[in-house]
């Protein structure tokens, strides 16, 4: 299976930190964002990567190289402008290939264990929901005691997606070059009854503010 790590975010919301750097290789004790993730992935298994970027792009692919020395090939989905969740995965579906493959954000930090996610694929998606944050509490979605996910409009039982998930190309089906959305494509296929899902308990925070990097480096710093 393959793995692509979303990489295409500006990180507004770390400012200054992401004038001059992109927001996956903001640091987090030493190391950038998506080495964490590029390391994981190849612990797990993992050794064909896809990693898509647009702002200061190039300095991810400076970074990262090929993959060797991580003892992955990585190869790269430049995007001219920002297509979103949803447009850069479509735009990276040719490097993908024709089976499903794990999606992960560039953006967050976990201690997910990737290989769990190495089997196959029953219907369209397979979503890692994880407990509300606080500064999400409202959730995205409710899992159901037979795995499948459904909407969770009321906020009642509510998770929130992790930023990780496997994915089929079929999901894809119908759409068109540029920036879309991929939680409309999701709502559907779960209305068709065609996503499921698990829900973490470990670590897990979504680095969108100088509060949750902070976070992240208090966590590693109790790691060691």
């Not at 903001?26 to 950038?32: F, I, L, Q």
């Not at 060797?68 to 995007?79: L, M, N, Q, T």
Request: aromatic share 8%; net charge negative.
């Amino acid at each position: 299976m393959k793995a692509m790590i979303l990489a295409a975010g500006k990180g507004e919301r770390l400012r200054p930190l992401t004038l001059h750097t992109p927001k996956p290789l903001v640091r987090a004790a030493g190391v950038p964002l998506i080495e964490y993730h590029v390391r994981a992935l190849a612990a797990a298994g993992f050794r064909e990567l896809v990693v898509n970027h647009a702002w200061l792009g190039a300095q991810i692919e400076d970074y990262l190289g090929d993959g060797e020395r991580f003892g992955v090939s990585i190869a790269y989905s430049a995007e001219g402008e920002p297509l979103e969740t949803g447009g850069g995965i479509f735009r990276a579906l040719p490097l993908l290939g024709d089976e499903p493959f794990l999606v992960v954000n560039g953006d967050i930090w976990t201690d997910y264990p990737f290989a769990g996610l190495c089997r196959p694929l029953a219907g369209l998606a397979h979503l890692v929901l994880v407990d509300n944050p606080a500064h999400h509490p409202a959730g995205d979605f409710r899992l159901l005691e037979d795995g499948r996910i459904t909407d969770a409009a009321d906020g009642l039982d509510s998770l929130t997606y992790s930023g990780i998930a496997v994915l089929a190309p079929a999901l894809f089906a119908g759409c068109r070059p540029g920036a879309f959305k991929l939680a409309p494509l999701l709502r559907q296929a779960m209305v068709d009854g065609r996503v499921g899902g698990e829900r973490f308990a470990g670590r897990w925070v979504d680095v969108g503010t100088h509060e949750r990097l902070a976070e992240v480096e208090r966590l590693l710093q109790g790691a060691r």
